[in-house]
């Protein structure tokens, strides 16, 4: 399984950014598509999760009502629009696929097997 992410890049508070990541060879009947973020000194943290089949997605409280993460799911493949961004949003962004994963272990990062490259979102004041 691979993941390939991209977008993501620059933008001002308030502004918006998508990015997107495609995963190939990931043929669980049931997945789960996952963004994380790392910013400079800290942890790896959830953002948002996304269910195949169903749809059902989680956001961290932070992101809430900011950004929306979907999915075309016959692809393979996640969208997170992220609007109103403000400089806490700046971070390394990564994509993370799993299979059958339970909603309370959706959050946890160590429950995914399969992880991208990354792709840097920084917004400035």
């Known amino acids: 399984v691979q993941l390939q992410a991209s977008g993501g890049g620059s933008a001002q508070a308030g502004g918006s950014l998508r990015v997107s990541c495609v995963a190939s060879?990931?043929?669980?009947?049931?997945?789960?598509m996952a963004w994380f973020r790392q910013a400079p000194g800290k942890e790896r943290e959830f953002v948002s999760s996304?269910?195949?089949?169903?749809?059902?997605?989680l956001y961290a409280d932070s992101v809430k009502g900011r950004f929306t993460l979907s999915s075309d799911g016959a692809k393979n493949r996640v969208y997170l629009q992220m609007n109103n961004l403000n400089p806490e949003d700046t971070a390394v962004y990564y994509c993370?696929?799993?299979?059958?994963?339970?909603?309370?272990?959706?959050?946890?990062?160590?429950?995914?097997?399969?992880w991208g490259q990354g792709t840097q979102v920084t917004v400035s004041s």
């Open positions: 993370a696929a799993g299979g059958g994963l339970i909603a309370s272990s959706r959050r946890d990062k160590s429950q995914y097997s399969y």
């Open positions: 996304i269910t195949w089949p169903g749809g059902s997605t």
């Open positions: 060879g990931f043929t669980a009947s049931r997945r789960v």
